[in-house]
């Protein structure tokens, strides 16, 4: 291990055998991993958690030039908890995933593993769950020409929402809305912060999307939400279980009053975080749990024992129901970097990973190499 990267000592009394090592892998350069310490890590409270169960927790500061260096770091420990964007500065994560999926083949538990990633964490799992009770009226473009021939049509009903099927941060998430004057120009507001409302041919907006079809193979179109600036809900999972939520108001998409600048539009807020014992929360709390996940992991075919320790859906308010109690939406599931998260999933976390890395460990005995 780079001495560097100093591990958090256990405060607890370990159990007999060597103590289970885990690796906290995030992004950063050389002289990040340099000077890497615990007790200065934005996840310093996670460390203390897993110190608490006499864990021997250390930080693994990755970037794609240091691929080779945290390999070796990795294939010394029994489990790697993984907080890295789909995108981060720039570049993708292929280094890093191929990495992966060889300390995991040697032993290590990953979390969360690049396959799982695949199959959870791009916007296409929105296409393919939309007859649960948290889809809707929600396509899949493979093609920039099945785009053309498809979106004016959709856009007739009202304002789409266009996702990029990987990324993060709002890149590649557009409102799209035809314009009162025309059916073949349409405005279009791109999801990251500053951007402004345009106007262009539904031509020239899906030859804009090319990228993200080259990159990713293809796009998801969802039905535009009005009850947006209501505030998305984040409900986040260790393996299958709720231990938190954060409320917030996401309103990147939503335009300022007509005639005003772009000043006046919504604000996003700061997101509020509470423990899974939020009122009002708990019907959507057992839904998840029992419902949702459950047909989640069979459509996908992932075990509990697979599902990342840490990640989220996010959901923002559909329409009322009869009854006059409020449907939820999917809007985005996370796995690949769930961070910050509530205190009350810190110790969940924590005990997930050392369960999960233990049995890793059991399954070989051997060391490395």
């Given amino acids: 291990m780079d001495p560097s990267n100093k591990p958090h000592v256990p405060t607890g009394s370990p159990p007999q055998g060597r103590p289970c090592r885990i690796a906290l892998l995030y992004p950063g350069d050389r002289e990040a991993r340099r000077r890497a310490a615990p007790e200065e ?66 032993g290590v538990f990953v979390s969360a593993h690049p396959d799982v990633i695949g199959k959870l964490g791009t916007k296409e ?62 405005r279009v507001r791109h999801a990251v912060s500053g951007a402004v409302e345009e106007r262009l041919a539904i031509g020239e907006f899906c030859g804009r999307c090319a990228g993200y079809f080259a990159a990713a193979g293809g796009m998801l179109d969802q039905a535009y939400q009005p009850r947006l600036t209501e505030g998305m809900v984040r409900c986040y999972l260790v393996h299958g279980r709720v231990e938190g939520f954060g409320l917030q108001a996401v309103n990147a998409l939503y335009p300022p009053p007509p005639g005003a600048s772009i000043e006046a539009a919504p604000q996003p807020t700061k997101r509020l975080y509470h423990p899974p014992s939020l009122p009002g929360y708990q019907t959507l709390k057992l839904q998840l749990e029992n419902d949702w996940v459950p047909a989640l992991q069979r459509r996908l075919g992932i075990a509990t024992d697979r599902l990342p320790v840490l990640w989220d859906c996010d959901f923002l308010l559909g329409p009322k129901t009869a009854s006059g109690t409020d449907s939820y939406v999917l809007c985005e599931i996370n796995a690949s970097s769930v961070s910050p998260f509530p205190d009350s999933a810190v110790e969940p976390v924590a005990q997930a990973a050392v369960e999960r890395s233990r049995a890793a460990r059991a399954r070989v005995p051997t060391p490395r190499a």
């Fill in 125 to 186: 799992v929105l296409h393919t769950t939309r007859d649960f009770g948290w889809g809707g009226d929600t396509h899949l473009y493979r093609s920039v020409s099945q785009m053309r021939r498809e979106l004016a049509d959709r856009l007739r009903g009202g304002a789409r929402v266009l996702k990029q099927l990987r990324g993060n941060g709002g890149l590649g998430v557009w409102k799209v809305e035809l314009d009162d004057r025309s059916e073949t120009i349409v």
């Fill in 41 to 106: 890590s934005r996840f310093q409270p996670l460390f203390q958690a897993l110190a608490a169960l006499c864990v021997v927790a250390e930080p693994a500061v990755y970037h794609d030039d240091s691929c080779d260096e945290v390999r070796r770091q990795l294939l010394q420990v029994d489990g790697v908890l993984v907080w890295m964007n789909p995108i981060q500065d720039g570049r993708t994560r292929s280094v890093l995933d191929a990495m992966l999926r060889d300390v995991s083949a040697a």
